[in-house]
């Protein structure tokens, strides 16, 4: 099984237009969609094995080479500084890294002036990078979910956290005041797969390209 692809994809939304970019270049795994509850599917006929997998630890299966290739959103890649390959951006599940804090302080409050802040984040290391290269002081709370509560209850006065719509924020009270980055999904790949499995490797990356630039 030497010759075989395993891909790592997590569950929710970054699975369903997974399968369907996949669909696009011949490979057909929509049985990942099913409601089995199994971890490993495979497809003997196109030599495909896929892990359904916590999108926190696709990085992980694929730096260590139990994954070849794995998707995966940039945000997760930011935070764990993997050592793996990176070649296509799927331009899928687009959202933004935030700074963000009640609307009451923001009226007035410049994030120019700010020297030493508490945050409230799942995102630790890239919080404290980001502030850093503004020469910025900080205090990291980590948090798991429901990051939003953090300063509606007095724990912290601002969060980093992920915005899509910004419903969430609105609706507690906060707005954004400080970009740090555009997330989308990634593909990632095992560097040492890229070269014993080359051929194939190259031709999925190349196949996705194409779709991706629609061609």
């Known amino acids: 099984m030497n010759d075989w692809i395993t891909i790592a994809i997590p569950k929710g939304r970054i699975l369903e ?27 003997a006929e196109q030599r495909m094995r896929y892990m359904i997998v916590r999108a926190t630890d696709v990085p992980t299966y694929v730096e260590y080479g139990s994954a070849d290739l794995g998707i995966v959103g940039k945000d997760t890649l930011m935070e764990q500084g993997k050592d793996v390959y990176e ?12 700074v963000a804090e009640p609307a009451n302080l923001a009226k007035n409050d ?11 984040t799942k995102y630790p290391h890239v919080t404290e990078s980001y502030f850093a290269s503004k020469g910025i002081q900080v205090e ?16 912290t006065e ?17 707005v954004e005041v400080e970009h740090i980055a555009d997330i989308t999904t990634r593909l990632i790949v095992n560097r040492a797969s890229l070269k014993t499995k080359h051929e194939r490797i190259s031709g999925i990356i190349q196949g996705l390209e194409k779709v991706l630039q629609g061609s």
Do not use: H
């Open 17 to 43: 237009e997974s399968v369907e970019l996949f669909g696009k270049i011949g490979i057909d795994c929509r049985e990942l969609l099913s409601d089995s509850r199994k971890l490993i599917f495979e497809n």
């Open 87 to 98: 070649p296509l951006d799927l331009k899928f599940g687009y959202c933004r890294m935030m």
């Open 110 to 120: 410049d994030p120019s002036g700010w020297s030493n802040v508490r945050i409230a």
């Open 140 to 155: 990291i709370i980590k948090l798991y979910g429901s990051i939003e509560l953090a300063p509606l209850v007095g724990l």
């Open 158 to 174: 601002r969060i980093v956290d992920l915005v899509s719509t910004g419903e969430t924020m609105r609706q507690n009270g906060l």
